[in-house]
């Protein structure tokens, strides 16, 4: 029976749990995660638990932080002056806003802070800093 290598194209079901056990993620009720094994769809660990199994086969990961939404950087962290924002925007704390970035791509930020002259906004994964432990099953190679 053939198994996950590099470049194969794979069908998995999986859960994403917390630490904690929180589950922040699963494909139960969703089709199969498909994705090329090696191509930088998924996170690093995620793909390195895939490799090697056969189809059917079911794997448990605890993946760490740095090969998963890596570290949490305070670089990511940044206050803004409410006139930098459009006054119609009303905004609060736990909203995520989409901004455009110096590099011209778009980002989602969470907002962590709002006082009366700005915000402070959060760039980082919601993910990132955390180990996580995924389920995962192998569905099929194509």
């Given at each position: 029976m053939p198994e996950v290598k590099?470049?194969?194209?794979?069908?998995?079901h999986y859960t994403g749990k917390l630490g904690d056990g929180t589950v922040f993620d699963t494909s139960a009720e969703?089709?199969?995660?498909?994705f090329i094994v090696g191509e930088g769809a998924v996170i690093p660990g995620f793909e390195q638990a895939v490799l090697g199994l056969q189809p059917g086969e079911s794997t448990e990961s605890t993946i760490d932080a740095d090969n998963a939404y890596g570290p949490r950087s305070e670089d990511l962290i940044?206050?803004?002056?409410?006139?930098?924002i459009p006054p119609e925007l009303e905004v609060s704390v736990g909203q995520q806003l989409q901004v455009s970035m110096a590099n011209g791509q778009n980002a989602i930020v969470l907002v962590t802070d709002v006082s009366d002259a700005s915000i402070t906004i959060d760039a980082n994964h919601p993910l990132a800093g955390q180990d996580l432990t995924f389920s995962i099953e192998l569905v099929e190679i194509l």
């Amino acid at each position: 029976m053939p198994e996950v290598k590099h470049g194969d194209t794979v069908k998995v079901h999986y859960t994403g749990k917390l630490g904690d056990g929180t589950v922040f993620d699963t494909s139960a009720e969703r089709e199969p995660l498909e994705f090329i094994v090696g191509e930088g769809a998924v996170i690093p660990g995620f793909e390195q638990a895939v490799l090697g199994l056969q189809p059917g086969e079911s794997t448990e990961s605890t993946i760490d932080a740095d090969n998963a939404y890596g570290p949490r950087s305070e670089d990511l962290i940044t206050e803004v002056q409410k006139e930098q924002i459009p006054p119609e925007l009303e905004v609060s704390v736990g909203q995520q806003l989409q901004v455009s970035m110096a590099n011209g791509q778009n980002a989602i930020v969470l907002v962590t802070d709002v006082s009366d002259a700005s915000i402070t906004i959060d760039a980082n994964h919601p993910l990132a800093g955390q180990d996580l432990t995924f389920s995962i099953e192998l569905v099929e190679i194509l």
